[in-house]
């Protein structure tokens, strides 16, 4: 899954750490997630995407 | 002179403030962290003086905590997290904590088996470490019933 998660941070200016106390998980999930090494549960995702204020689309597109 | 009434309320409130108080204990987890640390100092105590009056009131303890945990199974992360405002555990480190815990049951279930079947095969050279290897067998057998018997219950959890 690839996600614009780290363009979306920098949008809003916030670092990972503060990203990930907003959201309740720790710095290297972000860091993880940016990455692309881990793909967030669909709850974390709407968190995000509730965070920016943004569809889950807008974040995270899948490609087969 | 003093009126009889207000010191029986007074003698209530003092009651209930000590109820309430007893009952945040209770809430807070400081009980079962209390308990925890003590049954912990029990069971080491027990070890090193190899005192059955020692692991006894232990074990009575343990029955007795995994009770009062069991009540406070919602909350228990809460309790043992401690510093709330710190994230130390999340999806991500779940999702490793089960992966390593996985392999882990895997590898140690393999090692038990193989070491029984080597031990037990070697029966005629070293008869006095045959029941060692039985009892690896036993070992084994269980961590599979505990695996199975708590992936049916998670499997019907969802």
């Given at each position: 899954m690839k996600n614009k ?31 692309e ?8 995702a ?9 569809q889950i689309e807008d974040i995270f597109s899948y490609k087969d | ?158």
């Amino acid at each position: 899954m690839k996600n614009k998660l780290k363009v979306f941070r920098a949008m809003h200016d916030i670092t990972q750490e503060e990203l990930g106390k907003e959201l309740g998980v720790t710095r290297q999930t972000i860091i993880a997630i940016e990455k692309e090494k881990y793909d967030p549960s669909l709850i974390l995702a709407f968190k995000m995407a509730r965070f920016f204020n943004v569809q889950i689309e807008d974040i995270f597109s899948y490609k087969d | 002179m003093e009126n009889p009434d207000s010191d029986i309320k007074g003698e209530i409130m003092k009651k209930s403030g000590a109820v309430m108080k007893i009952l945040s204990i209770f809430e807070s987890g400081l009980f079962i962290k209390i308990l925890s640390v003590f049954i912990t100092g029990l069971w080491i105590a027990g070890i090193i003086l190899a005192n059955i009056y020692v692991i006894l009131p232990a074990l009575i303890l343990l029955c007795a905590e995994v009770i009062v945990l069991y009540i406070n199974k919602d909350n228990l992360e809460e309790i043992f997290r401690g510093d709330s405002s710190v994230i130390v555990e999340d999806e991500r480190t779940q999702l490793i904590n089960e992966k390593a815990a996985t392999m882990t049951l895997g590898v140690l279930i393999a090692s038990i088996i193989y070491a029984g079947i080597i031990i037990v095969a070697l029966r005629n050279n070293y008869p006095q470490f045959t029941e060692i290897g039985y009892t690896l067998f036993v070992i084994a057998f269980f961590c599979f019933i505990l695996y199975f018997s708590s992936r049916a219950y998670y499997t019907r959890k969802y």
